[in-house]
């Protein structure tokens, strides 16, 4: 717009509103943007937003900006809305306690409850807040306990609170939510929570492309779009848990044999799967057998059908859906995550009209780029904790709430970035360091960490402020995160500590 004023002007006063949701999540550039489509001076701009839910400065958002449009915006047309609906007053009587306090969350805006309590409490004997505080002792010379130790331990007591809730209340799995940083480290609470006979499933630990049932759905169209390609479509596919074969079946397929039955050379398993002369001297499993005739007729069957219903009918035929269904809520969610991929090939087909080629060509990139979260099949039979992210679990709600490492140790921190970069306004500061000594430790004692740009004198100061100034900025994130974990809570909330 600022290259070219002529399309800026057809803009400026074409939207009479622009509203903007979750604005604390936005950066400098998309302001900019959203102020040209805005009227003058962002006349026709409304934001809705929450400061203290700010958590996405990973992705480049920058609460500060929501702070500069607040001051822009006169105090008579910024309604405050502090009515929460969603959660018990005791917890929010102990949100607004913890993040009201000095270092947390800055101008704290506390909510009022404005739900209405039912005449049966959902929790009626126990207490809404717990603090699960798992303490390691030394004994002689010995150490408080690995990593993994210590894990386990914290894992193991939190198991056994929610256990003992599911005991005292009305309260099952699928009512329980254990929020973390990070789900790579959720295996201990896993094994903690099946010692209880508690079932659970991970969801978002990843990308919704990531997920090894899409990829493999993935590999499968890439063989129905050439069978040829062994390396990204046919092997995959033949190897993995859709058609459940054997090493000795993937020998049989690439095996030629002679008239006699003695093996004469190698052959490409395309070959034997597309020209179907697989052709040992003994009978072949029925498995091997049963995946030849459902990829012959998924082959036949493309120039009449939808390549998502192709798709579709080879995973039941061969028997894939069936084995996941045995495997409880973890084969529930493999089974959401592959009913979804198909869905967004039948809708990749319909949008660009094309064909079984071109389909798996976009589903790839699709799936390289796409940021959604996997699925979770909720469904009448899944009973299970769920594992989230803190940032998946923004927008939604649970009952019970667990919150891990919610209160930690010290961290590294920006100190052990060789190449820091610090975002301000719509520019980057940047820093290098090329000491393994901490930067502290190339200072004497008494020397004062800069306070501002202007009083850094030498690169270290510089790379001195900006760390501090990074650590900051980190700390008031985990802040939030703390905040938005804990209102995510219905009815209790639980934090672990170590």
């Given at each position: 717009?600022e ?6 002007a057809?803009?400026?006063?074409k ?14 550039q ?10 003058k001076?962002a ?18 958002a ?15 047309l910024q ?24 270092g ?5 805006m506390d909510l ?6 039912p005449?049966?409490?959902f929790?009626a004997h ?11 002792e ?16 914290v ?56 997920q ?21 479509g046919?092997?995959?596919v033949?190897?993995?848990?859709i ?62 059908k ?9 995973v039941?035929?061969a028997?894939?859906i069936?084995r ?10 493999k089974i ?18 094309i ?12 799936c390289n ?5 996997p ?90 402020f900006?760390?501090t ?24 909330v ?5």
């Open positions: 717009f290259e070219h004023p002529e399309i800026a057809v803009y400026t006063d939207f009479k509103l622009v509203m903007v949701d979750e604005f604390q999540d936005t950066d400098q998309q302001v900019q943007m959203i102020k040209s489509l805005s009227g001076d006349q026709y701009l409304t934001t809705v937003g929450d400061a203290q839910q700010s958590i996405y400065r990973f992705r480049g920058d609460v500060d900006v929501f702070f500069r449009r607040q001051a822009e915006v006169s105090e008579d309604p405050r809305l502090v009515d929460n609906f969603r959660s018990h007053n005791e917890i929010l009587r102990f949100v607004a306690k913890v993040c009201s306090a000095d947390m969350i800055p101008n704290f009022s409850a404005g739900r209405e309590e005449a049966t409490p929790i126990s207490p809404r807040v717990y603090f699960e505080v798992t303490k390691f030394k004994s002689g010379n010995s150490k408080p306990g690995d990593d993994a130790t210590r894990s386990q331990l894992a193991y007591q939190l198991a056994d609170r929610i256990n003992t809730l599911m005991q005292d209340e009305n309260i099952q799995a699928k009512d329980v939510a254990i929020l973390m940083k990070s789900v790579k480290k959720a295996q201990p609470y896993i094994e903690a929570l099946r010692t209880f006979g508690i079932e659970s499933v991970v969801s978002g630990a990843s990308t919704f492309g990531e090894p049932e899409v990829q493999l759905i993935g590999s499968l169209l890439q063989a129905l779009a050439n069978m040829y390609d062994s390396y990204e046919l092997f995959p033949l190897s993995s848990e058609f459940s074969l054997d090493a000795s079946d993937l020998l049989l397929l690439g095996t030629n044999f002679g008239e006699n039955g003695q093996r004469i050379t190698n052959r490409d398993i395309a070959e034997s799967v597309v020209n179907d002369v697989c052709n040992p001297p003994f009978e072949i499993s029925p498995k091997l057998k049963n995946a030849l005739e459902v990829l012959s007729n998924a082959r036949s069957s493309l120039s009449n939808r390549v998502s219903d192709v798709i579709k009918k080879i039941l035929d028997g894939w069936s996941l269904q045995k495997m409880g809520n973890e084969g529930q969610s959401a995550n592959i009913f979804a991929a198909l869905e967004q090939i039948d809708s990749l087909q319909k949008e660009l009209s064909g079984v080629a071109s389909v798996a060509k976009a589903f790839s990139q699709w780029t796409a940021k959604e979260s699925k979770v099949l909720h469904c009448s039979t899944q009973n299970a904790v769920t594992f989230m992210t803190i940032h998946a679990s923004k927008g939604l709600e649970f009952p019970v709430v667990a919150v891990v490492g919610a209160v930690s140790g010290p961290k590294a921190g920006a100190g052990s970035e060789p190449f820091l970069h610090v975002r301000k306004d719509d520019s980057y500061q940047i820093a290098f360091s090329s000491s393994s000594k901490k930067l502290h430790e190339l200072y004497d004692d008494c020397h004062e960490v800069p306070t501002s740009l202007d009083e850094c004198k030498n690169l270290l100061e510089w790379r001195m900006l760390e100034q990074e650590n900051e900025f980190e700390e008031q994130e985990q802040n939030r995160r703390l905040y938005v974990a804990l209102t995510r809570a219905r009815e209790a639980i934090l672990t500590s170590t």
